[in-house]
């Protein structure tokens, strides 16, 4: 398994006691499967992506990359994987192309340069060689990030709402970008609120509601459920019945 | 992870040197530029090449030691290794946390998923804080106040050893303290393991210093220095200070050979500090994961103060002056920034303070000291207060796109932007004049009491005045000069925007001036008519005809800075670098 997930957890202590983001949360993706994980705001998705990134310790569970556990062998397991956050946060004083080598040789990637250059091609960011954070806009930010992500050959991907501050254009490409990705065989972790997209390129999808899994499968599968849809349901109708929000219950 | 961080490091600096360079195309950061610089120059440099044209100097020979200093200067290093050590133990009740511990959004983003070890993030975090550091020592050297340009060096590197050491040792102490309560023994015994020695050092020399004390005790301060230094220098207590001695010795020592051997034993102790840092990267991990965790539940960036969600007791009513809206607003953010209970107990140990020591007597030190620091932070208040609070336009025009969408005539918008403002320093400005008046007894003896009274009731009436029209000029100014004005809590760096605060202040009090001078001609003229009357009891009067006639240029100028205000362009608004 590319990406193992084992009971994980997640508790923040906050002022009034503690919290827990996430509870008792098992899933895997294999290579080349793009999982969606869609969920309700709050219910964990993005601390679960942080976790399994090393951002975020689990105060449960077991995070596991291609075999490698990320509490007793980060090193290893953090060269494998490739995380796209929500908010690009870039160093402000570092140019598009200075940020992909930084990540290069963090990495050990030695071919930066043919790499950078497809990246940036792929990516629309012609130009932006060498622009500061501050002179691009959000969505060319973002893309930036996500170039810092693809500029090395990682076996698992995590995105977390890769879409946001796109144009349609954007949107089109990072869709293919990512299916590509997946069919080079990574394993693919992806969560988004569009979930038309999911429901187009995810092979499998895993809904989240106030930090545990409530469900977990195939978009048949869970069309197929007759607690979770009925006949001809879409994933935003099973979404809603899911985590409780359909009108018609 | 090294080459990565000098990378980050050495383009960072590039790319901003760059960009600093490049904006001096821009009128304002030129002229900002060469005040900055003019300033540099006009009070540091020049001085200094005043100072060295003295003829012990020019010779090369070092200044002569007054006799007097002669003894404290030998115990220097001892007293220096004290403080250190007071400071090491200290440090354990500090409340913060290291900042080599925060890393940015950025930093999280990159090194924290990245393949590096948690010992190659905290060198990489010492590695980018030396900037910091070497600018910190440079500036220690350049404002010692002996030699010339070497020995000038000679102070700021072993400055950077002291700075550099005490940076990495406090790291060092947040990574142990969070492990003073560990479940595990062992770890929890080593944690406990330098607070114990720090303790044990601590016991040790203020046993030595007692016993010397008993045996002799001081005539007067600086005999007590002398002989606090000297228990540090004998042992065992010489012993126990050696490593913080070690460190402080370099900033005395002579050229060559002494200052030599002083250096490398410093930077023995800074190795031996950044070794037992450094073995500590299993705390680090927990540590540095805590700090991201806090900062994803509190998303605020650094300098922003925190707000909390309190009743206030000031319910916005739903009809009445756009003014008094704006003015909730603003007592809103202060509500909410500032514990009011916290609030009243400073205001209920002022008063106490204040009365205590107004009752000792007029020979107390502590009415004249009290008097003095009220005196201070009342003028503080006056003068220097509407600069630092902008509770106003300096602030809400990082939101000009929302105000613009509001059905608010210009000048009311403006007016209203000034009134909690000038509300909030002026009650602070009364407070400390209050607790001055009623001490002045103490620090004026030779004032009349008329006098003292009259004065202070002048100084009361125009307080409001002054504040005000100084908010109204630096109001003014955002809207004029938008892009000469930080906003909120942005803070441009460098020379130019120095420059640029120098010219602005300049002009803020020179306009102040201006502003004053009708109201100080009018106060004049009524004072010297009644004063042969009533005494000094005139400035009452003159003061409220001074004040009158500022409370009509600042409302002038409030209907004058409609159109401003209206014209004023969301683009035109200065964005943080």
Known sequence: MALSVEHFGRTYATAAGSFTAVADLSFTVSSGEIVGLIGPNGAGKTTTLRSLAGILRPTSGRLCIDGFDLTEHPLEAKHRLAFMPDEPHLFEYLTVMEHLRLVARLYGVTDVADRAAALIEELQLAGKEQALPGELSRGMRQKVVIACGLVRNATTLLFDEPLTGLDPIGIRRMRNTIVARAKAGAAILLSSHLLHLVEEVCSRVIIMDRGQKVADGTFAELASRADLATAGSNLEQIFLRVTGHDAHQ | MFSASLYIIVCSFRNRARVRLQRLRQPRYFVGAIAGAAYLYFSFFARFRASRSSVARRSGRPPRVPASMAAPLAVAPALGGLALLMAAAGSWLFPMDSSLLEFSEAEQQFLFPAPVSRRQLLVYRILRSQLGMLFGSAMIGVFSPQGIGVSRLRISSAAWIILVTARIYFTGVTLARARLGASRGRTRHVAW?????????????????????????????????????????????????????????????????????????????????????????????????????????????????????????????????????????????????????????????????????????????????????????????????????????????????????????????????????????????????????????????????????????????????????????????????????????????????????????????????????????????????????????????????????????????????????????????????
Not at chain 2, 254 to 281: F, K, N, R
Not at chain 2, 310 to 318: A, F
Not at chain 2, 449 to 471: N, V
Not at chain 2, 545 to 569: H, K, N, Q, S
């Open chain 2, 193 to 577: 393991l330098p607070v114990s020695a720090l303790a044990l050092a601590l016991a040790l020399v203020a046993g030595a210093v007692g016993d010397q004390w008993r045996h002799a005790p001081p005539a007067d301060p600086l005999a007590g220095l002398i002989l606090i230094g000297r228990a540090a220098d004998s042992p065992p207590v010489s012993l126990v200070l050696m490593p913080f001695k070690a460190l402080v010795k370099p900033l005395f020592a002579e050229w060559p050979g002494a200052y030599l051997v002083a250096i490398a034993w410093a930077l023995v102790v800074l190795a031996a500090v950044a070794t037992w840092v450094l073995l500590s990267d299993e705390a680090f991990q927990e540590a540095v994961s805590d700090a991201a965790e806090r900062r994803t539940q509190q998303p605020v960036r650094s300098g922003e103060p925190i707000y909390k969600v309190r009743s206030t007791g000031w319910v916005l009513p739903p009809t009445g002056r756009p003014e008094t809206a704006f003015a909730w607003k603003a007592a809103m953010q202060t509500l909410r920034m500032v514990d009011k209970r916290s609030l009243l107990r400073g205001v209920i140990i002022l008063a106490c303070l204040t009365i205590v020591a107004a009752l000792m007597g007029r020979a107390n030190g502590l009415a004249s000291l009290l008097g003095a620091f009220s005196m201070a932070g009342t003028m503080f208040s006056v003068l220097l207060a509407p600069q630092i609070v902008r509770m106003d336009l300096r602030q809400d025009l990082q939101h000009l796109e929302l105000l613009k969408t509001w059905p608010v005539k210009a000048s009311a918008v403006v007016r209203g932007e000034l009134v909690w403002p000038s509300l909030i320093i002026t009650a602070g400005a009364w407070t400390m004049l209050a607790v001055a008046t009623f001490l002045a007894g103490t620090m004026m003896e030779n004032v009349d009491l008329g006098l003292r009274l009259g004065g202070s009731a002048a100084l009361a009436i125009l307080t409001p005045a002054i504040i005000l029209s100084q908010l109204t000029i630096h109001n003014a100014a955002a809207l004029i000069f938008p892009a000469w004005v930080p906003l909120g809590n942005q803070r441009p760096r460098g020379l130019d925007a120095m420059g640029q605060r120098l010219i602005m202040l300049g002009a803020t009090w020179l306009l102040l001036a201006l502003s004053l001078l009708p109201g100080a001609i009018i106060g004049a003229i009524i004072w010297f008519a009644l004063q042969s009357f009533i005494g000094p009891a005139a400035l009452v009067p003159a003061a409220f005809a001074c004040t009158a006639i500022v409370a009509m240029e600042v409302l002038l100028a409030t209907e004058a800075l409609g159109p401003a205000y209206e014209r004023l362009d969301v683009l035109a608004v200065e964005r943080a670098e």
